[in-house]
Structure formats: structure tokens, C-alpha cells
């Protein structure tokens, strides 16, 4: 009988973007926890330098925007999971308003640059044939119309097929793809527009649950899906948003 403890990382190497932030922090931290070795990825040494010292974790600097950093970075690097967690908000802005140059941005990081991560580090997964699993943090802006959200919402909607395509094509490699769409982390970069009462309240009466989501309640479904309590779950897109899609 298999055992299915979400702690059962033990022997395998797991990439986590965008590290030096919240939720890619507070991820970093429970793999760890769950006996993973865990590879911190952002965009710099120094970025890195904090979550490395607090976890240990083994820092990976690269570029999201550039294929060339992407491949030389995980090149020779045995994987068995990743997760997609380094992002870029963009704007706040309308259809009409929209800076295309802006939307470029987000699109290129947002969903080029985790196409790239799956791309070379799906060859390392099939190279090593253990199968594996990868989580792309994915958005609720994705499921549903969020006012001024055209450039993050976009690129997360393009994330989520990235994560359905990926699924299907690699299913056969025992490779699982899923992605996570949580709601806001109330931070302090956040707080800017999200905090705003004209914003916040008519945004939480909405909301089954009510409140905002912190950093674990996005991290804990991110390591279950990484996990084999999930090996039979690909190909989805998990909403972690107090039931705010659920309208």
C-alpha cells in the first residue's frame, strides 16, 4: 500500500520561482518542512538571500524573461517538482486605458516565463524517468472579471491552458501539471489598491468566506498538489479564493 503523507518529499529536489516573495517564501518554507530539497529561484542572489539563510534552500537565480538564463540555469539540474511562482503585477487599468508595453511585460513574465521553466524542466523530469509534478500559481483574476485586470488577468487565463496543454502532454511521462488561482494576499504591496475601502469592502461582502488569504492558506494546496495525496489530480485549476468564483 502506498504511503500518500504529504511529507513524503524525501530524495526529491523541487524548483520554486519567485521565492523571495510571499507565497513563494512561505512555499519554500513547507517544503522544506515536508523534507524536500528545495531550490529557491528569483531574480537575484540578493533577493534570495533571506529565505536561503531562514530554510537552507539552495539558491538558483535566473532571468523569467530571458530563455537563455532559464535553459543555462536548469541545465544539468535534476528536478522532480516546480513550482511556477514568480509573477508580475502590472497595472491597474482598463481595456482602453491599457499601456500595451505594460501588457507585454506581464504576458512575457507572467506566462512566457513559466512556459520556459516547464520547458527545460520537463526535459530534466523525462531525462531522469520518476515522473513528478509542477504547480503553476495561477490567479482567481484568471476565472473571473476583475475590474482593471486586463494584463494580469490575461496572463494568468494563458497560465491556466499552459497548465491544461502541459498536463495532457505530459501525463504519459507520469509528469502532473496543475495550477492554484488564489485570491489577494493582503501585503503591503498589495495593500495600495486592494486596501482601499472603496475596493476592499465591496470585494470581501462578495466573498463567502470573507477575508483576505494569507501566505500558507495559498502554500498548503500548492504542497498537496506537489504531493502523492494528489497523484491522481492533473491538469486542474484550483480556486483558493473563499469561494469568491463560486457566484
Known amino acids: 500500500m502506498p504511503d500518500w503523507r504529504m511529507s513524503d518529499f524525501d530524495g526529491r529536489t523541487v524548483l ?21 530539497e528545495v531550490i529557491a529561484s528569483g ?37 522532480w517538482g516546480v513550482v511556477n511562482c514568480g509573477g508580475f503585477g502590472g497595472e491597474i487599468a482598463t481595456p482602453t486605458e491599457t499601456d500595451i508595453a505594460v ?42 472579471a476583475l475590474p482593471g485586470h486586463i494584463s494580469y488577468g490575461s496572463s494568468k487565463a494563458a497560465l491556466d491552458n499552459i497548465t491544461r496543454v502541459s498536463a495532457l ?3 504519459k511521462d507520469g509528469i502532473r501539471v496543475n495550477s492554484v488561482n488564489p485570491t489577494v494576499v493582503m501585503t503591503p504591496m498589495s495593500a495600495w489598491y486592494w486596501g482601499r475601502e472603496d475596493i476592499e ?17 495559498i502554500a498548503a494546496p500548492i504542497v498537496f498538489l506537489l504531493s502523492d495525496a494528489a497523484s491522481m489530480i492533473t491538469g486542474v485549476s484550483l480556486p483558493i479564493d473563499g469561494g469568491y468564483s463560486c457566484r
Open 16 to 36: 520554486v520561482t519567485g521565492a523571495s516573495g510571499g507565497i513563494g517564501g512561505a512555499t519554500v518554507r513547507q517544503l522544506v518542512r515536508a523534507g524536500a
Open 201 to 217: 469592502r465591496p470585494f470581501l461582502e462578495a466573498m463567502p468566506l470573507g477575508r483576505w488569504a494569507t501566505e500558507d492558506e
Open 43 to 79: 531574480r537575484s542572489e540578493e533577493s534570495l538571500a533571506a529565505i536561503v539563510e531562514e530554510t537552507g534552500a539552495r539558491p538558483l537565480p535566473f532571468d523569467l524573461t530571458s530563455e537563455d538564463s532559464i535553459r543555462t540555469a536548469l541545465d544539468g539540474v535534476d528536478l
Open 169 to 171: 502532454e505530459l501525463g
Open 103 to 144: 501588457f507585454d511585460q506581464v504576458i512575457n513574465v507572467n506566462a512566457r516565463g513559466a512556459l520556459l521553466v516547464i520547458k527545460y524542466a520537463a526535459r530534466t523530469m523525462q531525462r531522469l524517468g520518476r515522473g513528478g509534478s509542477i504547480v503553476n500559481v495561477s490567479s482567481q483574476a484568471s476565472l473571473v
